[in-house]
C-alpha cells in the first residue's frame, strides 16, 4: 500500500509560478508510474502531466504543455509538478496518483492508478 501526501499548493496571482510536491511512503516506489490530476468545481478530474516509472517519459495535456514540467525522484519516494504561468483556469485541487506499470509505460487513463493523495488546493486569481 503506497501512501502520498501532497503539498505545495496555495494562492498565487495569474503569471506566478508554484511547484508541488508528492512524497510516496514506500521504498518500492521506483516501480510506479505516476501523475498529476486535478479537479476544478463542478468538474471531472483531469490529467494535467504524466510520468514513466523511472522518469524518462512524460506526457502533458495540450492545457500544461509548455507550462508544466513533472518530475521525478524514484529514490526518494518524491514526484514533483513544476507549474509557471498560472492563470485562473488552473484553479483546481491537485492530486497525486501511483500506479504499477512496465518499464518506460506513461498511463493516462485514471483508472490505472490504484494510489491516490488527498490532494492540494492551487488558487490562481486574476
Known amino acids: 500500500q503506497v501512501q502520498l501526501a501532497e503539498s505545495g499548493g496555495g494562492l498565487v496571482q495569474a503569471g506566478d509560478s508554484l511547484r508541488l510536491s508528492c512524497a510516496a511512503s514506500?521504498?518500492?516506489?521506483?516501480?510506479?508510474?505516476s501523475a498529476w490530476f486535478r479537479q476544478a468545481p463542478g468538474k471531472e478530474r483531469e490529467l494535467v502531466a504524466a510520468?514513466?516509472?523511472?522518469?524518462?517519459?512524460?506526457n502533458y495535456t495540450a492545457s500544461a504543455n509548455g507550462r508544466f514540467t513533472i518530475s521525478k525522484i524514484s529514490a526518494r519516494g518524491m514526484v514533483y509538478l513544476q507549474m509557471n504561468s498560472l492563470q485562473p483556469e488552473d484553479t483546481a485541487v491537485y492530486y497525486c496518483?501511483?500506479?504499477?506499470?512496465?518499464?518506460?509505460?506513461?498511463?493516462?487513463?485514471?483508472?490505472?492508478?490504484?494510489?491516490w493523495g488527498q490532494g492540494t488546493q492551487v488558487t490562481v486569481s486574476s
Open positions: 514506500e521504498s518500492t516506489f521506483s516501480d510506479y508510474a
Open positions: 510520468i514513466s516509472r523511472g522518469g524518462s517519459r512524460t
Open positions: 496518483a501511483a500506479g504499477w506499470a512496465a518499464p518506460f509505460a506513461v498511463l493516462i487513463d485514471p483508472r490505472a492508478y490504484d494510489f
